[in-house]
């Protein structure tokens, strides 16, 4: 061993005997920060495939929710109501109770209903968790017949097709239902993110979640 080495060796070994805890935070920091760097980096030449100069979907304010004119969308502040043991249970039966009698059917009555509890049911429906306030559903009202009738056609082409093509003639179902119903209310979904790191964000499982809540809301 050299001169150079043994004064290293006589400087460093006690330092890091002395002080090894501070050096392997040292250490473990340098790391974390040069993977970021490297991270960066990479985000910035869009690794991912993506531009990310010109995607404008990268922009995350543009994800929050827009203030509409004429509807106040000022902060709720969160109020919690805690229930004792008998409280609890009781409202948990009366929920089970009412959702167990929920049934999915294809026979609607034609009774006309209030549009105001329609909208109600809606906006049940809109008050289901989403990511970042995103909220990717859009509920459409249906009341006029020409219209539901063009969405029955339009549907029973696809029955049509699902039927003969992929499940068979004894899956046939009767749509009449689509222009007998009072209203109709048809979902959709957002089309899906690019986040930060290039991946994909899928809208489609909070438009499920709200679509849920609103056949609750509906019992």
Known sequence: MGFT????L????PLLQENWIGVGVGLVVIGVT??????KAEYKKGKHGVDRDNDEQLDDSKLLPQKFSGEDLSYILFKHVRYNKKE???RSKELYERMNKRRSVNLFSKDPVPLEVIENIIRTAGTSPSRAYTEP?????VGDQKIKKKIREIVESEEEIRTKQRMGPQW???L???????WLVLGFTQGNSILLDGHKENHEIYTAISCGIL?????
């Open 176 to 182: 009449k239902y689509l222009t007998e119903a009072p």
């Open 34 to 39: 040069y993977i970021l760097i490297l991270q």
């Open 215 to 219: 056949l609750s809301a509906i019992q």
């Open 10 to 13: 006589g400087v460093l070994l």
């Open 5 to 8: 080495e043994r004064i290293l």
């Open 88 to 90: 609890m249970l009781v």
């Open 137 to 141: 559903w859009t509920y459409v009202v």
């Open 172 to 174: 046939t179902r009767d």
